[in-house]
């Protein structure tokens, strides 16, 4: 079993930045690929970026260049950097993580980004 707990999003004003972290209950072992995803209001829930045990990552093309996934091994924890917020990058935050071909998600956290 894995438990997946973001942290607090929060409120930032376009062009700013903002951290998600992700903890993840025990360690990693088994955990081949993680990601965060986002679902705006009205819309279906998207990739945002991907991470693999080998260090791959992949991210959207609306987020290129702006946000960074990374694993901190060392605290069982998903980062996510993002830098250049947009208006258009509002929505529920979620942490996902596929160990041994079952998905583990956590219970999402909101990032608004003001205008």
């Known amino acids: 079993q894995v438990q997946l707990v973001e942290s607090a999003g929060g409120l930032v004003q376009a062009g700013g930045s903002l951290r998600l972290s992700c903890a993840v209950s025990g360690s990693f072992l088994g955990i081949n690929v993680m990601g965060w995803y986002r679902q705006a209001p009205g819309k279906q829930r998207e990739l945002v970026a991907v991470?693999?045990?080998?260090?791959?990552?992949n991210y959207a093309d609306s987020v290129k260049g702006r946000f960074t996934i990374s694993r901190d091994n060392a605290k069982n924890t998903l980062l996510l950097q993002m830098n250049s917020l947009k208006p258009e990058d509002t929505a529920v935050y979620y942490c996902?993580?596929?160990?041994?071909?079952?998905?583990?998600w956590g219970q999402g956290t909101q990032v608004t980004v003001s205008s």
């Open positions: 996902q993580a596929n160990r041994w071909g079952t998905e583990y």
């Open positions: 991470i693999r045990s080998g260090g791959a990552t």
